[in-house]
Structures are given as C-alpha cells and as structure tokens.
Nanobody, 126 residues
Framework: QVQLVESGGGLVQAGGSLRLSCVAS????????MGWFRQAPGKGREFVAA????????YYLDSVKGRFTISRDNAKNTVYLQLNSLKPEDTAVYYC???????????????????WGQGTQVTVSS
C-alpha cells in the first residue's frame, strides 16, 4: 500500500506560479514511477507529467511543456510539480499518482497508476 498526500494548491492570477508537493508513504519511494494528473469541472482526468523512479526521465503534456516542471526527492519521499506561467485553462484539481509497474508506454495512462492522492485545487484567475 502507498499513501499519497498532495499540498500546495491555491488561487493565483494568470501568469503566476505555484509549487505542488506530494508526499508518499508505505513503500520504498524510489521503486515506483510518479505522475501528476488533473481534472477540470465537467472533464475527464488528464495526464500532466510523469517522472521515472530515479528522476532521470520526465514526460509532459504538450500544453504544459516549458511551463511545468516535475521533480522528485527520493530522500524525502516527495514529488513536486512546479507550475509557472499559469493560465485560466490550467484550473483543475491536481492529483499525484504512483505506478508500481512503470511500463514505458503507460506513463500517460491513468489506469496504469495504482495509488492516488486526494487532490489539490488549483484555480487560475484571468
């Protein structure tokens, strides 16, 4: 079992920044891939970013490339998502998730992730 707890969401003006954190517990953090997804009102859950077990590989949704940065600190059991140049369309609940198997082609597939946090709200005003 893995427990995930997100924090760092909030209300920010367009062009602003936020840093989301997700602390994991329950299994050795460095043994699983981590991802961030988001869900806007009335829409499905959308892949945002993922990072490999070691942190050496990262993957992004095209619309956030160059604005968002995913990173992890395996010593602190924490994955981060730095959100810069935020836009109103980034408004959503952001979830972190853990993928135990970490098959390469699955990093953007929500169903591949085994454990999920409760989510943190990000609201970007125009």
């Amino acid at each position: 079992q893995v427990q995930l707890v997100e924090s760092g969401g909030g209300l920010v003006q367009a062009g602003g920044s936020l840093r989301l954190s997700c602390v994991a517990s329950g299994r050795t953090f460095s043994t699983y891939r981590m991802g961030w997804f988001r869900q806007a009102p009335g829409k499905g859950r959308e892949f945002v970013a993922a990072i490999s077990k070691s942190g050496g590989s990262t993957y992004y949704l095209d619309s956030v490339k160059g604005r968002f940065t995913i990173s992890r600190d395996n010593a602190k059991n924490t994955v981060y998502l730095q959100l810069n140049s935020l836009k109103p369309e980034d408004t959503a609940v952001y979830y972190c998730a853990a993928d135990m198997a970490a098959y390469y082609s699955d990093y953007a597939r929500a169903s591949a992730y085994d454990y999920w946090g409760q989510g943190t709200q990000v609201t970007v005003s125009s």
